[in-house]
C-alpha cells in the first residue's frame, strides 16, 4: 500500500502530499504513517529553521511554565524534547497530557509570559529541537468601571492629618497635568498632540497613529504611498507611548543617509532627541554606549555589522522604528536575521513598497511584525501565491483579512491630498580662465593621488574627494580646504609645494562665474529664495557678495546656537528675502512659506538634493516650486546632473521616490561614493563620461523596477487597510 506523507501547519492549511486523496478536511483525520523511517523523513522536509507556532500558556508560575502544544506538535516526529530559552539555556520539559502539554522549569528569567491572550512561540532550530520565544510584558492599566468604589488605604489619613505645605501654581498644576496623564489607559485620543510643534497634522497621520495603538498594539507596518508623512506617523506613535510612559528604550533604524533628517524631525517637531552612533555623545561612551543611552538611531548596515550587532541584542527595546524597510524583504541577508532578533515590545516598520519580487517577501517582513500571523512560509506560497507566478495571489480576501492586523496603508487619491507642481532648470555656467586653470590642475592631482600606490601622509581617499567637492562649489571653498591641508606638519615637501600653488591660485580668484549669474537669476526671481551650498566658505563669499548687491540676506548653518537659528528663520519670513543655507543646519526645517530654491553646489548624493527640495515641496506648500541648479561645465557635477535629469528624471518625482530607486540598485555604497568611485577610477574625462554611462542605465533599470514595484501594491493592496477613522 502506498503511503501518504502529511505535511500540515494548520488545520486550514492541512493537506495529503504523495497521494490521490486531495486536500484534508478540517474535520477528518489525518492518517499517521507507522514507519519509523518515513516519519523521520517526513520531519526533516516538514519544518524549516525559524518556523513558529504560538502556544498559550495554561498557567504561569515563577520557574514553571505549564504549556499546551498545538495540535501539530502532538505527534511523536514532532513533539518537542529539547528546549531552550531566548538565550539559549535549556529548560526541563515534562510531556504530560500524551504529550499535549508541557511542564518547563528552569527558565532564566522571571517574567510572566500570560500577556492576556497574546502567545508566547516555540521556534524550530532542529529535528526535535526549539526555542521559547516570549514577547515582552506590557501589562495594560485597567480603567475603573461605572458602580467601582474607590478605597483609601488607612494609612492614607494620617498622611491627610499632617500640616499641609506650601506650594506653588506652577507645581500644582503639573501635578494637576501628571495626574490627568495617569488616567487616560486607552488610546480614544492622542494626548501627546498639544506638544507637536511647527507642523500641522493631517488626518490621516492622526487617524493612522490611533489605529497603530488602538487596533495594532503598537506592531504596524506603515505602507503609505510615497510623501502622506510616513515620518510623522511613527513620530505620533512615538511620542504617545513616550508621554504614557510605556516606552523607554527606542531604536531607530534608517538608511545612512536619512540619519540626519530623523534626528532633525523628531527634534523640532517632537521633541524628541535620537543620539546617532556618530555623535560625540556616544562615541564618549566607549563599549557601553549603546546600553547607556536610551534613545538611539542608526544605519541599519551599521547595526548589523559588529561589535554593534552584538550590543544592539543584549538588550530589550521597548520600541523599535525600522525606516526604508523593504530592505528586510530578503530572509536570507544579515539585516533580516538581526531585525528578527531584535527583542521589542512594539515595533514600526515603514516602507511604500513591501513586495518587489514575490510575495514570500511580504511574509518576511510580516513576520518580523507578527511571527507565525501568516503560518510558516512554505504554507503561505501554497495558500496564498500561485503557480507559475510568484507575484500573483490567491485567496486575495482572506490574504487582506489577515494582512489588516497589520498593515496600514493611506493613499493620495483616498486622503484628498495633492501636491503643487515642481518646476527645475538648470543654470549652466562657463567657468573663467583662472576658475577652469585652477579645476583643471587641482582635478589632476587629485586623481594623481587617488591613483598612487603610496598616497601622502594627510591626503586620505575622504579628503581628496572633498577637496574635489569644494572645487565644484567656489574658489572661495576649494581655498578653505587647501590651507586646511597645508597645516598637516605631516605632509611630505613636494606635496606642500603642489598644494600651496593650487592655494596661491585659489585665493587669486577674486572672480566668480556662478555667483555673477546667481546675482543675474535674482533680478528674474524676485521671491523669497532658499540658496543652498555644502560648504561655509562658500556661504560666506555669497553673502559678502549679495550684501554687496544691495540684497538682505539671512544665513542659517549648524554653526549657529537654536535661537540664532530661529532669529535666522523668522528674519527670512519676515523681512529678508533670502535664505543663504547649509545642509548641516537644515534638517527637519520646513521652509514652506518660501517656494523658490537654488542648489548653488550640487551634492553627488541625489538623497541630499531631494532632501534640500523637500525643505520646500512637500505637504503645507500651497504654491509651485521653482528649482535653479547652478553647475559649471565640464565638472563631476554637470556629469552628475546629467546623470539626474536625463536618466532618472530626478526633479519630476514626487519627494521620497528617490530613495526607493536608488534602493534598487542592490548596492550598500551611498551614490555619491559610487560617483567618487567612478571618477577616481577613470584615467580621465572620456573615461568617466563612459563609466557614468553604464551607471546611468543601471539607475533606469532601478527606476523601471519600482514603478513595476509601485503598481504590484497598486494591483495588490488597492484602497485597502486605509486607518480607522
Known amino acids: 500500500m502506498a503511503t501518504s506523507r502529511i505535511l500540515c501547519i494548520d488545520a486550514k492549511f492541512a493537506k495529503l502530499v504523495g497521494s490521490n486523496h486531495g486536500p484534508i478536511e478540517p474535520s477528518k483525520e489525518a492518517t499517521v504513517l507507522t514507519t519509523t523511517h518515513a516519519i523521520q523523513k517526513a520531519w526533516e522536509t516538514r519544518w524549516e529553521t525559524g518556523d513558529r507556532f504560538p502556544i498559550w500558556p495554561a498557567s504561569d508560575e515563577v520557574g514553571e511554565i505549564r504549556v499546551s502544544l498545538p495540535p501539530e506538535l502532538w505527534d511523536e516526529s514532532s513533539a518537542p524534547q529539547i528546549i531552550s530559552d531566548e538565550t539559549g539555556q ?20 522571571p517574567e510572566p509570559v500570560n500577556r492576556e491572550g497574546r502567545p508566547a512561540w516555540l521556534e524550530y532550530i532542529g529535528p526535535h529541537k526549539y526555542r521559547l520565544i516570549t514577547p515582552p510584558f506590557a501589562p495594560q492599566p485597567q480603567a475603573a468601571g ?29 501635578g494637576l497635568r501628571a495626574a490627568r496623564l495617569a488616567t487616560h489607559p486607552g488610546f480614544d485620543r492622542l494626548i501627546s498632540l498639544p506638544m507637536v510643534r511647527e507642523m500641522d497634522l493631517l488626518e490621516h497621520q492622526t487617524r493612522t497613529a490611533m489605529t497603530v495603538l488602538r487596533r495594532l498594539r503598537g506592531r504596524a507596518m506603515l505602507c ?7 515620518t510623522v506617523e511613527a513620530g505620533l506613535v512615538l511620542s504617545e507611548l513616550l508621554m504614557r510612559g510605556l516606552v523607554r528604550s527606542v531604536l531607530v533604524l534608517t538608511p545612512p543617509s536619512l540619519i540626519a533628517q530623523w534626528q532633525g524631525e523628531m527634534r523640532r517637531k517632537f521633541a524628541v532627541e535620537l543620539v546617532s552612533h556618530d555623535d560625540p555623545a556616544f562615541r564618549d561612551a566607549g563599549p557601553t554606549a549603546w546600553q547607556t543611552h536610551e534613545r538611539l538611531i542608526a544605519s541599519i548596515h551599521t547595526a548589523k555589522r559588529e561589535p554593534h550587532r552584538s550590543a544592539i541584542l543584549q538588550r530589550s527595546w521597548d520600541l523599535v522604528i525600522v525606516d526604508e524597510a523593504h530592505h528586510l524583504r530578503n ?21 511604500a513598497t513591501p513586495v518587489q519580487n514575490n510575495l514570500e517577501e511580504l511574509f518576511n517582513l510580516v513576520t518580523l511584525l507578527e511571527p507565525g500571523l501568516l503560518s510558516t512560509q512554505r504554507n503561505f506560497s501554497r495558500r496564498f501565491i500561485a503557480k507559475g507566478d510568484k507575484l500573483t495571489p490567491r485567496n486575495v480576501d482572506e490574504l487582506h483579512g489577515l494582512l ?11 486622503v484628498g491630498l495633492q501636491f503643487t507642481r515642481r518646476f527645475a532648470r538648470t543654470e549652466r555656467v562657463t567657468l573663467s580662465g583662472g576658475e577652469r586653470e585652477l579645476y583643471d590642475a587641482a582635478a589632476e592631482m587629485i586623481r594623481q593621488q587617488l591613483h598612487s600606490e603610496k598616497k601622502a601622509s594627510g591626503l586620505n581617499r575622504m579628503t ?86 544691495g540684497h538682505e540676506t539671512a544665513v542659517f548653518h549648524g554653526g549657529l546656537s537654536r535661537l540664532e537659528k530661529e532669529a535666522a528663520i523668522d528674519q527670512f519670513r519676515t523681512s529678508a528675502g533670502l535664505l543663504l543655507c547649509t545642509e548641516s543646519g537644515s534638517e527637519g526645517r520646513n521652509l514652506q512659506f518660501a517656494h523658490g530654491l537654488c542648489n548653488f553646489d550640487l551634492p553627488w548624493n541625489p538623497m541630499k538634493i531631494e532632501q534640500r527640495i523637500g525643505r520646500l515641496s512637500r505637504i503645507g506648500q500651497k504654491h509651485d516650486v521653482h528649482v535653479f541648479n547652478l553647475v559649471a561645465g565640464s565638472t563631476v557635477e554637470a556629469a552628475v546632473l546629467h546623470l539626474l535629469e536625463a536618466k532618472l ?10 530613495d526607493m530607486i536608488l534602493g534598487n540598485l542592490d548596492d550598500e555604497k551611498e551614490f555619491e561614493d559610487m560617483i567618487a568611485d567612478e571618477w577616481a577610477g577613470s584615467a580621465g574625462a572620456d573615461e568617466f563620461a563612459a563609466r557614468m554611462e553604464v551607471l546611468g542605465n543601471r539607475l533606469l533599470a532601478a527606476k523601471a523596477a519600482y514603478f513595476r514595484q509601485r503598481a504590484q501594491d497598486e494591483k495588490l493592496f488597492g484602497n485597502r487597510f486605509a486607518p480607522e477613522g
Open 464 to 549: 581628496l574627494i572633498l577637496l574635489q567637492m569644494a572645487l565644484g562649489s567656489s574658489s572661495a571653498a576649494a581655498s578653505g580646504m587647501l590651507d586646511n591641508l597645508l597645516q598637516k606638519p605631516i605632509l611630505p615637501e613636494t606635496q606642500r609645494d603642489q598644494l600651496r600653488q593650487l592655494a596661491d591660485r585659489a585665493v587669486a580668484q577674486a572672480h566668480s562665474a556662478k555667483t555673477d549669474r546667481l546675482l543675474a537669476l535674482l533680478g528674474e526671481f524676485p521671491d523669497k529664495l532658499v540658496i543652498f551650498t555644502q560648504f561655509r566658505a562658500t556661504q560666506e563669499m555669497l553673502r559678502r557678495r549679495l550684501a554687496d548687491a
Open 90 to 109: 535549556p529548560l526541563e520539559a515534562e510531556p504530560l497530557d500524551d504529550g499535549r502539554t508541557l511542564l518547563l522549569s528552569g527558565r532564566s528569567s
Open 146 to 174: 461605572e458602580g467601582d468604589s474607590i478605597e483609601f488605604d488607612p494609612s492614607d489619613l494620617d498622611l491627610l492629618r499632617r500640616p499641609s505645605f506650601r506650594t506653588r501654581w506652577p507645581d500644582f498644576d503639573l
Open 224 to 230: 503609505d504611498e510615497v510623501g502622506l508623512g510616513k
Open 404 to 414: 489588516a492586523e497589520v498593515m496600514v496603508r493611506n493613499r493620495r487619491s483616498t
Open 649 to 658: 528624471n530626478m526633479f519630476e518625482l514626487v519627494i521620497g521616490e528617490v
Open 331 to 351: 530572509r536570507s541577508t544579515l539585516a533580516w536575521k538581526f531585525a528578527s532578533e531584535l527583542r521589542k515590545q512594539f515595533i514600526l516598520l515603514l516602507t
